[in-house]
């Protein structure tokens, strides 16, 4: 569904990506996991367009991303769920979730996935008409997820969205985003929490210094010695 062959991204000198390859296949959840600074986000940047590749090219069902200008991105059905959250803390949850649906016309199947992120997160449900900015920090991850589905994404990519959340939220946002996975979702998961994200995903890449370091299943991961010292706390 999506290949990066050969990705090369650089803020000025800084030289972000080296070389990233990388495929997800329709339906895989998987896994993206490195140190602070190893390219994680970047590599969502390229995908969704928010930052331009020098060389390389990434592909999203056969189309080359490259020629399509970032906020048409959408469109083909990617949504980004960014570091940070970033809902709009003025407007009420319900309004954040309208904006997560604004180009859509499919006003039945709008309200099925209404319910659906409704049913994912009840808490957003109760809250609906509350201002997001007066949410916890664990109910803004959460809006900002269900603001991605709204748009009814085939691919999802998700930026550390445990960043920062006590562990029992964490727990929460993993199961639902195995949830996303089953419902027939693709997903593309940025984790600094390599051990729960190994714990859901069905392949996962280490990215280092901006180059993919190791790639395979989460039991090949989790076995390897160097992934253990380096991600997962010896
Ligand atoms: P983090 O978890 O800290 O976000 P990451 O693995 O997602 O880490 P990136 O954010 O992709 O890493 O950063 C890769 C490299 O690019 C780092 O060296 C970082 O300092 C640099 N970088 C990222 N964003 C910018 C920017 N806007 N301007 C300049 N350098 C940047």
Same mark, same amino acid.
């Given at each position: 569904?999506?290949?990066?062959?050969?990705?090369?991204?650089?803020?000025?000198?800084?030289?972000?990506?080296?070389?990233?390859?990388?495929? $997800?296949? &329709?339906?895989?959840? *998987?896994?993206?996991?490195? !140190?602070?600074? !190893?390219?994680?986000?970047?590599?969502?940047?390229?995908?969704?367009?928010?930052? +331009?590749?020098?060389?390389?090219?990434?592909?999203? &069902?056969?189309?080359?991303?490259?020629? $399509?200008?970032?906020?048409?991105?959408?469109?083909?059905?990617? #949504?980004?769920?960014?570091?940070?959250?970033? *809902?709009?803390?003025?407007?009420? $949850?319900?309004?954040? /979730? =309208?904006?997560?649906?604004?180009?859509?016309?499919?006003?039945?199947?709008?309200?099925? @996935?209404?319910?659906?992120?409704?049913?994912?997160? +009840?808490? /957003?449900? @109760?809250?609906? !008409? %509350?201002?997001?900015?007066?949410?916890?920090?664990?109910?803004? %991850?959460?809006?900002?997820?269900?603001?991605?589905?709204?748009?009814?994404?085939?691919?999802?990519?998700?930026? &550390?969205?445990?960043?920062?959340? #006590? +562990?029992?939220?964490? =727990?929460?946002?993993?199961?639902?985003?195995?949830?996303?996975? @089953? %419902?027939?979702?693709? *997903? /593309?998961? *940025? =984790?600094?929490?390599?051990?729960?994200?190994?714990?859901?995903? @069905?392949? #996962?890449?280490?990215?280092?210094?901006?180059?993919?370091?190791?790639?395979?299943? +989460?039991? &090949?991961?989790?076995?390897?010695? =160097?992934?253990?010292?380096?991600?997962?706390?010896?």
């Amino acid at each position: 569904m999506l290949e990066l062959n050969l990705v090369n991204l650089f803020y000025n000198r800084i030289h972000a990506l080296k070389d990233v390859s990388l495929t $997800v296949g &329709e339906g895989e959840l *998987v896994a993206l996991i490195g !140190a602070n600074g !190893a390219g994680k986000s970047s590599t969502l940047r390229a995908i969704s367009g928010m930052h +331009p590749i020098k060389s390389g090219a990434i592909t999203f &069902e056969g189309q080359n991303l490259s020629q $399509v200008p970032g906020h048409l991105i959408i469109d083909l059905g990617i #949504a980004h769920c960014p570091e940070g959250r970033q *809902v709009f803390g003025r407007l009420s $949850v319900k309004e954040n /979730l =309208e904006l997560g649906a604004f180009r859509r016309r499919d006003k039945a199947a709008l309200k099925q @996935d209404e319910e659906w992120v409704y049913t994912l997160f +009840p808490l /957003l449900a @109760d809250r609906n !008409a %509350q201002a997001a900015g007066t949410l916890s920090g664990g109910e803004q %991850q959460m809006l900002a997820i269900a603001r991605a589905l709204m748009s009814r994404p085939r691919l999802l990519l998700f930026d &550390e969205p445990s960043l920062g959340l #006590a +562990p029992l939220i964490v =727990e929460q946002i993993f199961k639902v985003i195995k949830e996303i996975k @089953d %419902q027939g979702r693709t *997903v /593309l998961l *940025v =984790e600094q929490n390599a051990y729960q994200a190994l714990h859901i995903s @069905d392949r #996962a890449y280490v990215l280092e210094t901006g180059m993919v370091k190791l790639s395979g299943t +989460p039991q &090949e991961l989790l076995a390897n010695e =160097e992934v253990k010292r380096a991600y997962l706390g010896g």
